[in-house]
């Protein structure tokens, strides 16, 4: 399982462009830095691992120069007020979060400790920052929101790679900023294509049992489940509902194939991770959130699961593999 393709940023990304090296500190200081998720620790253990890389690649050590104070939701998207709340008393010099849900709670409860956004969707349709090129207020970081023509891509893999499917359901959930927009972006590539859309809402992972039981009823023969903090860390419950019933299915990130979903397309959050922990070292520097520049993802991969695909039946067209960047088999 090798990975052909690099992960690249936007122009702005110039502005942050510190190569991840060792630069150990030396104003003696010991920093805090928060640390806030929507799922439970071990549900996005890897994204923990890959952030803590890239700092003591970049000179920072815990214990040593830097506290790390993490939280986590455990995937309930109501306890992450009061934990937003409780950093911000803590008194930590930055804040890293994941998703929407989570930077919303974070800026409700901080104006003025720096946040930096790992993934975010819309950040500026969201409210969250003024521009991509300047953000203003307190919060930067990285969007990892994938264009119209990328939301449409993954309609487009999952009739290539299954020609049979005609009737779609589409898993998402709808109260994060920004959710509406991709909803219908996926709409109108389903009208091109000629395939009909089921969308299935869930709001929680309580509600995936009933959520695939509609798509059976409704006679769906695929599936494509959208980016969403409670959907990814519940990864392992959609994938095996999606076998359950034997649905194809397409994912926003390589996650979901790792654990043996199908097909996935979309920007690689581990990569966004290690970013995160760039500007963390910029604004411990004394650089200002606001003036830092957002990035977005230019490059997006597609990682097949063969092993599903045989299970499911299905003979994956050479096509679709050759421009796999990696090949589960």
Do not use: C
């Not at 630069?23 to 003696?28: P, V």
């Not at 009208?191 to 299935?200: D, S, T």
């Amino acid at each position: 399982m090798i990975s052909r393709r690099e992960f690249l940023v936007t122009s702005g990304a110039a502005l942050l462009a510190t190569p991840l090296t060792a630069d150990a500190q030396t104003t003696g200081k010991a920093y805090r830095i928060g640390f806030i998720q929507t799922a439970a620790s071990n549900e996005m253990e890897h994204l923990i691992k890959a952030f803590d890389a890239a700092l003591r690649e970049l000179g920072y050590v815990e214990g040593r120069n830097v506290t790390l104070v993490r939280r986590f939701a455990g995937g309930k998207q109501e306890r992450l007020p009061a934990l937003a709340a409780e950093l911000v008393r803590l008194n930590v010099d930055v804040i890293v979060t994941g998703a929407n849900p989570v930077i919303a709670a974070v800026k409700q409860a901080t104006a003025t400790i720096p946040v930096v956004m790992a993934v975010s969707r819309d950040p500026v349709g969201s409210g969250f920052i003024a521009s991509l090129a300047r953000p203003g207020g307190n919060i930067t970081g990285l969007a990892n929101d994938p264009t119209s023509e990328i939301l449409g891509k993954n309609l487009e893999l999952l009739k290539e790679a299954v020609p049979r499917v005609s009737r779609v359901a589409l898993l998402w959930n709808p109260v994060p900023p920004g959710a509406g927009s991709y909803r219908k972006v996926v709409e109108s590539a389903a009208q091109k294509l000629g395939v009909a859309i089921q969308p299935v809402e869930v709001r929680g992972r309580d509600e995936l049992e009933g959520a695939f039981a509609a798509m059976v009823r409704e006679r769906a023969d695929g599936v494509v489940v959208l980016p969403d903090p409670v959907l990814i860390a519940a990864r392992n419950q959609v994938v095996l509902l999606a076998a359950r019933h034997r649905l194809p299915a397409i994912y926003g990130q390589r996650e979901y194939a790792e654990v043996g979903g199908l097909m996935s397309y979309g920007p690689n959050i581990g990569h966004q991770f290690r970013r995160a922990a760039v500007y963390v070292d910029k604004i411990l520097k004394g650089a200002k959130a606001g003036d830092l520049p957002v990035e977005q993802p230019t490059k997006f991969e597609l990682v097949i699961n063969l092993k599903t695909a045989k299970v499911l039946g299905l003979t994956i067209p050479q096509s679709i593999l050759l421009r796999a960047d990696q090949v589960i088999e």
